[in-house]
């Protein structure tokens, strides 16, 4: 089943200029050339929460949902939390019928809170530690993917009940992900966590867990995998005389940012998956695993996209346009710490046809704030235009930081028309709400806050 079969309003509501592969599904551009997302124009979604603004069309990330689900009939779908979380986004993902893989106490809680059941939530962390461990077993999680010997340790000190656990395992294979997290197959430390786990009776081992990479876009390195996975789950059958149900192959599926960008294919993915499980559990005469995979990036990218104000134009002869937005690399880090180049749109009118490629840069820093280089705007672009930067679902709300003292931005969801708030803007008082010495001082003493409180800009 393709993204058009699960919404077949697709083959008319998008431009052909924008490119259906960057741009979140529900996205056009109305007859006055302004971005429209789920049904409303951003133009009104800037003016009524103003810029910079993360937007996410909730169709989007959960149609891309149902799409992994029917393209991969009978895997396990367990959304990767760090890309983005919220709890209406939990939710989302519970409503879909999809499991939530969570690395931090600050997820985990989101989950909670958010009505995840607890049995549907895999915990993750290259570094867990004792406390996290504590909480995770105490909130009855479904399953604790084990990185380190020291895990088993803290692990075996703390459960009291069964807790299900998988053990994550490098394989043999080029690879860019994580040689330093998990355990490696060929020196026989995979072997002996297995065995570690075994030994203590309330560790419930179900399966094994690794994760190819951040980027990837081959599926052919999952067929490696996989035959180096099942290798090992019939060495524990031999071994151990135990059989284990579940081969959990991670995340860190790709997406394009620009226009034949590549990406990875769920439905090749799937293809790959079953022609060599089917053929490796041949082999080995190993009954068939139930097989989980964990994409957030994929689910969530190209769901959101970015809003910004235009407060400055400097036009520098001989060298480059420089376009100062209201935002910066706080609100954008992606490009700074992972290298990504974002596509960028005028969006609030029609681009004449001569236009200029501009570099794009933030205004809170001298040096170092460039969000997106030669993009082309319109030569008439001024200071009030109204950008899109496409892709910005994963890894921008969840990564951003409050440097040189701003505010992070909204989280905004866009459905049939309307627009809610999921995660309101950060005011100045929230900021200074952390300062020890400013929340210490009675209300009225506290100096040089301007006379804001605690509520505005909310």
Same mark, same amino acid.
């Given at each position: 089943?393709?993204?058009?079969?699960?919404?077949?309003?697709?083959?008319?509501?998008?431009?052909?200029?924008?490119?259906?592969?960057?741009?979140?599904?529900?996205?056009?551009?109305?007859?006055?050339?302004?971005?429209?997302?789920?049904?409303?124009?951003?133009?009104?979604?800037?003016?009524?929460?103003?810029?910079?603004?993360?937007?996410?069309?909730?169709?989007?990330?959960?149609?891309?949902?149902?799409?992994?689900?029917?393209?991969?009939?009978?895997?396990?779908?367990?959304?990767?939390?760090?890309?983005?979380?919220?709890?209406?986004?939990?939710?989302?993902?519970?409503?879909?019928?999809?499991?939530?893989?969570?690395?931090?106490?600050?997820?985990?809680?989101?989950?909670?809170?958010?009505?995840?059941?607890?049995?549907?939530?895999?915990?993750?962390?290259?570094?867990?530690?004792?406390?996290?461990?504590?909480?995770?077993?105490?909130?009855?999680?479904?399953?604790?993917?084990?990185?380190?010997?020291?895990?088993?340790? %803290? *692990? =075996?000190?703390?459960?009291? +009940? &069964?807790?299900? @656990? /998988?053990?994550?395992?490098?394989?043999?294979?080029?690879?860019?992900?994580?040689?330093?997290?998990?355990?490696?197959?060929?020196?026989?430390?995979?072997?002996?966590?297995?065995?570690?786990?075994?030994?203590?009776?309330?560790?419930?081992?179900?399966?094994?867990?690794?994760?190819?990479?951040?980027?990837?876009?081959?599926?052919?390195?999952?067929?490696?995998?996989?035959?180096?996975?099942?290798? %090992? *789950? =019939?060495?524990?059958?031999? +071994? &151990?005389?135990? @059989? /284990?149900?579940?081969?959990?192959?991670?995340?860190?599926?790709?997406?394009?940012?620009?226009?034949?960008?590549?990406?990875?294919?769920?439905?090749?993915?799937?293809?790959?998956?079953?022609?060599?499980?089917?053929?490796?559990?041949?082999?080995?005469?190993?009954?068939?695993?139930?097989?989980?995979?964990?994409?957030?990036?994929?689910?969530?990218?190209?769901?959101?996209?970015?809003?910004?104000?235009?407060?400055?134009?400097?036009?520098?002869?001989?060298?480059?346009? /420089?376009?100062?937005?209201?935002?910066?690399?706080?609100?954008?880090?992606?490009?700074?710490?992972?290298?990504?180049?974002?596509?960028?749109?005028?969006?609030?009118?029609?681009?004449?046809?001569?236009?200029?490629?501009?570099?794009?840069?933030?205004?809170?820093?001298?040096?170092?704030?460039?969000?997106?280089?030669?993009?082309?705007?319109?030569?008439?672009?001024?200071?009030?235009?109204?950008?899109?930067?496409?892709?910005?679902?994963?890894?921008?709300?969840?990564?951003?930081?409050?440097?040189?003292?701003?505010?992070?931005?909204?989280?905004?969801?866009?459905?049939?028309?309307?627009?809610?708030?999921?995660?309101?803007?950060?005011?100045?008082?929230?900021?200074?709400?952390?300062?020890?010495?400013?929340?210490?001082?009675?209300?009225?003493?506290?100096?040089?806050?301007?006379?804001?409180?605690?509520?505005?800009?909310?």
């Amino acid at each position: 089943m393709t993204l058009f079969e699960l919404l077949p309003s697709l083959r008319h509501g998008l431009n052909p200029h924008l490119d259906r592969a960057i741009w979140p599904l529900s996205t056009y551009i109305d007859d006055l050339g302004r971005l429209c997302l789920g049904g409303m124009p951003v133009t009104q979604i800037a003016a009524e929460f103003g810029t910079p603004a993360y937007v996410l069309d909730e169709e989007d990330f959960r149609t891309r949902l149902r799409c992994y689900r029917a393209a991969l009939p009978g895997v396990e779908l367990v959304y990767a939390g760090k890309a983005l979380l919220s709890t209406a986004v939990a939710r989302w993902v519970a409503a879909e019928g999809a499991g939530l893989a969570v690395c931090s106490p600050g997820e985990l809680a989101t989950a909670l809170t958010a009505g995840v059941p607890p049995s549907q939530i895999v915990v993750h962390g290259n570094a867990k530690t004792a406390a996290e461990l504590h909480t995770a077993v105490g909130s009855a999680v479904g399953r604790i993917v084990i990185d380190s010997s020291n895990e088993i340790a %803290l *692990l =075996a000190a703390r459960v009291r +009940r &069964h807790q299900d @656990v /998988l053990i994550r395992v490098i394989p043999d294979i080029d690879s860019e992900a994580g040689a330093s997290f998990g355990f490696t197959l060929t020196d026989g430390r995979a072997a002996n966590a297995v065995k570690r786990v075994l030994d203590h009776p309330w560790l419930n081992l179900v399966g094994l867990h690794c994760q190819l990479g951040s980027r990837v876009t081959d599926p052919a390195p999952y067929g490696t995998a996989i035959r180096q996975l099942v290798t %090992l *789950l =019939a060495q524990v059958r031999g +071994r &151990h005389d135990v @059989v /284990l149900s579940q081969l959990n192959l991670g995340g860190g599926h790709d997406i394009p940012y620009f226009s034949g960008d590549p990406e990875l294919s769920p439905r090749a993915l799937g293809a790959v998956i079953e022609t060599t499980l089917t053929s490796a559990c041949a082999e080995f005469n190993y009954p068939r695993p139930r097989l989980v995979i964990e994409p957030g990036r994929a689910i969530a990218g190209r769901a959101g996209l970015t809003l910004y104000r235009i407060v400055s134009v400097k036009r520098q002869p001989g060298g480059p346009t /420089l376009v100062i937005v209201d935002g910066g690399t706080a609100d954008n880090p992606h490009e700074a710490l992972r290298g990504v180049k974002h596509t960028v749109a005028l969006a609030n009118r029609h681009v004449p046809t001569k236009t200029t490629p501009v570099t794009i840069v933030g205004r809170h820093g001298e040096f170092g704030e460039e969000i997106a280089r030669d993009v082309p705007l319109p030569t008439d672009v001024h200071p009030g235009d109204l950008l899109a930067m496409a892709c910005t679902g994963a890894y921008h709300h969840s990564m951003g930081s409050t440097c040189s003292m701003v505010g992070r931005p909204p989280l905004i969801a866009v459905t049939g028309r309307r627009a809610r708030v999921l995660v309101r803007r950060e005011t100045v008082a929230d900021l200074l709400s952390r300062d020890c010495d400013w929340s210490h001082q009675p209300r009225g003493e506290r100096p040089g806050t301007m006379g804001i409180s605690r509520a505005s800009g909310e």
